[in-house]
């Protein structure tokens, strides 16, 4: 592109400068004004919203996998500190999350994809420790680095004192190092190691068998009574005194005059956490969440109080942020706890109401994504970001959905017990009530119900229900026993034979007819969806879900199984490089990609030689759907994965610029997962990148801090990252 050409792609924006036109020169009028005005201010900055067509310096890749359900995220939050600010979690597959305001958590840059188990700050940096001898370090979460200690073994936790940090871990294992970089193995201690804390000038270690370990440096180790057997799993410094969460309720407590105090917490659930300040302690853990006044006698459960916003669950992690406690755990779950005075009891909320039932199946239709689960559970979204609950019929909230298909005009939705559902496109009339210029005015909108709105058909079989396909307009349902059900308006179902009595989890549709397939490699084929055939099998494995896509089908099931056929009958075996479950296969941008069991990713270009993908979950996923161009994996526990596979081709716009603790602050707007960089100029000829970064918030917009510059005046420009 041609300066001309560039220059007509460029927005503007003078801070406090009126708007001028620019061409290819800047004239010395402009240029003077702009210096005269640079020395009213310390920082004068132009700010230029632009994207470039033509040649980038940037491949495409892909934008990460990020959660849309549940939100913030779903990785379990095994650790929590406050640093810089900010309050840090760490998680499962090396996550690391970051929120300024407990609102939004912005998904850092990891350098593993280890699990994450602990964090500590060190001579003003962060330590992490993980799994298979993992840490990583860094002064800022722009720079962190992955340090590869000799071992296997998992550094369950981690502590620092003004001039050392130790790690601690399986085999009793502790690494000690003086600058959070080159450790060594100093002792490997009696029983396997959960957790460790500094304070009162010593280190104090805990494990499996009531192990309790202390040190003065870190180096030399002395083992202490603990008055108990139980594993100990987490350990903290607050207020002068150490306190340790343990198995079946127990909790041990330093003693003033030393030594140690184990007590009942009046639970026996495990608890993996504990955190407090001077007016109270909590302890949490498997379904367990309990608090003490201090001074104080008695645990209270706090998952009895009626402001409980959870059902039971397992916590990992737990911090006392400065106003309130946040308490961290499976899934991504965060939940904090605040009380008015030392008397009163305590006040738990969550920021996030997302559903957390299982998802078993997705689909894309008629531009919307739609996803279905147990509970009755039934999402739908537009843009695979933003999901809206549906509204389903009492019968689902016994039942598990196994499946969902349509076409433009219906949904078909089933499940458990031959549960069957559907949802027209039909739509309804919404007021909407707005301000204009002062006066209030009322509209009507007419809003789809297509997937939101929900009915139960008459059951035709108490079987269990999943596979959906479509021949025409004829619904085909797949399930327990060999079941084959059809429909031409998805509320009366006709019961057909398939010749077979194998649980049939899948039905596609593609040139040559019809195919069921299901456990033991079961294969039954159809011309007209009601006369069935039973077929040769190439396999025995459970041939869980076909797709016909590009012009062949493609089957995954058990045991990483994929096979390949270009006509349904003769079929090819191809190497997944994995024995986990394959759940389904789609294809988008370009690519086949199968997800499976234990968080399993594959993509391929010819369905033949397969890559695998690590996602950010170890959560197995069922089932995937696409645009074309993003892909959504749903799982376990309200699991909805978001991929954009081809990259949004709209700019990134710069809307403001503002200095505040010596740092610029962009504001950037665009479409969430964008991937962008910011790249800055003196001269309009010569630009250098400065940072990137990612639109990952929902409503796609960004405030993007960055280190101030020494710069008088410059130019700034943001550019796709593709």
Not at 102 to 118: F, I, K, M, Y
Not at 283 to 301: C, M, R
Not at 303 to 331: I, K, M
Request: net charge negative; charged share 15%; with cysteine.
């Amino acid at each position: 592109m041609g300066k001309t050409g560039l220059f007509s792609a460029i927005r503007i924006l003078f801070l406090g400068i009126a708007p001028q036109k620019m061409g290819v020169v800047i004239s010395c009028a402009l240029l003077a004004k702009m210096r005269r005005f640079s020395e009213l201010m310390i920082h004068f900055r132009i700010i230029l919203a632009m994207i470039v067509f033509g040649t980038a310096p940037y491949s495409w890749s892909g934008s990460p996998w990020r959660w849309s359900n549940p939100l913030p995220h779903g990785n379990h939050v095994y650790d929590m500190i406050s640093w810089q600010g900010k309050v840090i979690q760490v998680g499962d597959r090396g996550t690391i999350y970051s929120s300024l305001n407990l609102d939004h958590w912005r998904s850092e840059n990891s350098p593993t994809t280890n699990s994450l188990r602990a964090l500590t700050v060190f001579q003003g940096g962060i330590v992490i420790s993980g799994a298979r001898g993992t840490i990583v370090q860094g002064q800022f979460l722009t720079n962190l680095q992955s340090i590869q200690l000799p071992t296997s073994d998992w550094l369950e936790g981690i502590a620092a004192s003004s001039n050392a940090v130790v790690a601690v871990g399986d085999n009793g294992s502790v690494y000690w190092s003086s600058n959070s970089v080159n450790f060594e193995l100093v002792t490997a201690l009696p029983e396997w190691l959960r957790g460790i804390a500094y304070g009162n000038g010593r280190f104090v270690a805990v494990g499996e068998n009531g192990l309790i370990a202390a040190s003065a440096e870190g180096r030399n180790w002395d083992e202490e009574n603990s008055g108990t057997s139980e594993h100990l799993n987490r350990i903290a410094f607050l207020n002068g005194e150490f306190w340790i969460a343990g198995d079946n309720g127990v909790v041990v407590q330093s003693n003033p005059t030393g030594g140690w105090t184990a007590a009942q917490s009046g639970v026996t659930n495990h608890l993996f956490t504990v955190a407090g300040n001077s007016n109270s302690v909590i302890v949490a853990g498997d379904g367990a969440l309990l608090s003490k006044s201090i001074p104080g006698t008695t645990w209270e459960s706090q998952g009895s109080l009626t402001n409980f916003p959870s059902p039971a669950w397992t916590y990992y992690s737990s911090l006392w942020e400065g106003r309130l406690y946040l308490v961290g755990g499976r899934s991504g779950l965060v939940i904090e706890g605040f009380r008015t005075n030392s008397a009163s009891p305590f006040t738990w909320v969550s920021r996030s109401d997302s559903p957390r039932d299982w998802f078993w199946s997705t689909v894309y239709q008629n531009d919307q994504y739609t996803a279905v689960g147990a509970n009755g559970l039934i999402m739908a979204s537009e843009n695979g970001v933003d999901w809206i609950q549906a509204a389903v019929p009492p019968a689902a909230e016994t039942n598990i959905l196994l499946g969902v298909n349509g076409t433009t005009n219906l949904l078909i939705a089933v499940g458990t017990d031959g549960l069957i559902f559907h949802s027209t496109n039909r739509t309804t009339n919404v007021l909407v009530t707005n301000m204009v210029n002062g006066q209030t005015q009322i509209s009507t909108n007419q809003v789809s119900l297509y997937g939101l709105l929900w009915e139960e058909s008459p059951r035709a079989t108490t079987g269990n229900l999943q596979g959906i396909g479509l021949l025409g307009n004829l619904f085909i349902v797949s399930g327990d026993s060999g079941i084959i059900l059809t429909s031409d308006d998805g509320q009366n179902w006709i019961p057909r034979s398939s010749g077979l009595s194998n649980p049939l989890s899948s039905v596609v549709v593609y040139p040559g007819g019809v195919l069921a397939s299901g456990d033991l490699g079961a294969l039954t084929h159809s011309l007209d969806g009601i006369n069935w055939q039973p077929r040769s099998s190439p396999v025995t494995n459970w041939i869980y879900q076909i797709r016909y896509l590009k012009n062949q089908l493609i089957g995954v099931g058990e045991d990483g199984l994929i096979i390949t056929s270009t006509n349904g009958t003769e079929w090819v075996r191809q190497s997944s490089g994995t024995a986990r479950w394959l759940n389904d296969v789609v294809y988008a941008a370009s690519n086949y990609w199968i997800a499976g069991d234990g968080g399993i990713l594959l993509k391929s270009m010819d369905g033949v030689n397969w890559t695998h993908i690590v996602p950010n979950t170890s959560k197995s996923l069922y089932s995937l759907a696409s645009d074309g161009k993003q892909l959504i994996a749903i799982g376990p526990e309200g699991t909805v994965l978001r991929h954009q596979a081809e990259p949004h081709r709209l700019p990134v716009n710069l809307l403001n610029y503002s200095m505040a603790r010596g740092q610029e602050m962009f504001l950037l707007t665009g479409l969430p997962d964008q991937l962008f960089c910011i790249e800055a100029t003196d001269d309009l000829q010569t630009w250098e990148e400065v940072s990137c970064g990612e639109l990952d918030d929902p409503s796609g917009t960004l405030l993007f801090p960055q280190p101030a510059s020494n710069h008088p005046f410059r130019f700034y420009r943001t550019r796709l990252k593709f």
